[in-house]
């Protein structure tokens, strides 16, 4: 079975710094995608990157980008330029990306970070 | 548009009661997904529907009871909750994996805050 590892349960930044939040995650699997969400205390869980596997290339979205390195098993999110309204927990997650009995709609969870971003 | 709604926002409500929670999307999604979760918890996955069917049931008690009526629409139906039962609710929705071979990604909605007295 598939597992995420969030080892950070917190972590501060300063505006306009940059952080790093880690996620580790463990399968035997060679194909699979790896997300990263954000959810403010507005509650909502809002997709702020996705990588796919096969891709060597690391995704970026605006201020946001990974640092996806799939021997070690590591999927790292670094946010630049922090602003106040990234201040959420963030959840690191997996899923397989092939169809076996189902097991493709299901999002393994990491037990999240916590992001303080101070003014 | 990638937005998911879900109706109510907060619910109160006793443990003899009935309710039901709404979920709704209009992006194509043909997979909905019930969570639950507790603070500082991640999600955890109750209930799947793919193509209006009843996918993963995750062993759910039964006092918590799915409904896809179309393949835009998810309900969930709640009768005598527990206490333990207070959380947040949340739908999500993807492609199904029948239609490309994988699921692609969910999208959540703002979630329903459940409060059982």
């Known amino acids: 079975a598939q597992t995420v590892t969030q080892s950070q349960p917190e972590m501060s930044v300063q505006e306009a710094e940059t952080v790093t939040l880690s996620c580790t995650y463990d399968?035997?699997?060679?194909?699979?995608?790896l997300f990263w969400y954000k959810q403010p205390p507005s509650r909502q869980m809002i997709l702020v990157i996705r990588?796919?596997?096969?891709?060597?290339q690391n995704a970026t979205e605006n201020r946001f980008s990974v640092n996806f390195q799939k021997a070690a098993k590591s999927f790292s999110l670094k946010i630049s330029d922090s602003q106040l309204g990234d201040a959420a927990m963030y959840f690191c997650?997996?899923?397989?990306?092939?169809?076996?009995?189902?097991?493709?709609?299901?999002?393994?969870f990491g037990k999240g970070t916590l992001l303080t971003v101070n003014p | 548009d990638t937005e998911v709604t879900q109706t109510p926002k907060h619910l109160v409500m006793g443990m003899t009661n009935k309710k039901s929670l709404k979920c709704e999307q209009h992006?194509?999604?043909?997979?909905m997904y019930w969570y639950k979760q507790k603070a500082k918890k991640p999600p955890e996955l109750m209930f799947v529907?793919?193509?209006?069917?009843?996918?993963i049931n995750e062993s759910v008690p039964s006092r918590f009871s799915p409904e896809c009526p179309n393949s835009s629409l998810l309900n969930l139906h709640l009768h005598a909750l527990q206490p333990e039962d207070s959380a947040l609710y949340l739908c999500?929705?993807?492609?199904?994996?029948?239609?490309?071979?994988?699921?692609?990604?969910?999208?959540f909605g703002p979630g329903t805050r459940l409060t059982v007295l």
């Open positions: 529907y793919s193509y209006e069917k009843l996918s």
């Open positions: 399968t035997s699997e060679s194909d699979y995608y």
């Open positions: 999500a929705s993807s492609q199904a994996a029948e239609a490309s071979g994988t699921t692609d990604t969910q999208y």
């Open positions: 997650a997996y899923r397989t990306f092939h169809d076996m009995g189902g097991s493709n709609y299901k999002l393994t």
């Open positions: 990588q796919e596997a096969y891709k060597q």
């Open positions: 992006m194509g999604h043909r997979a």
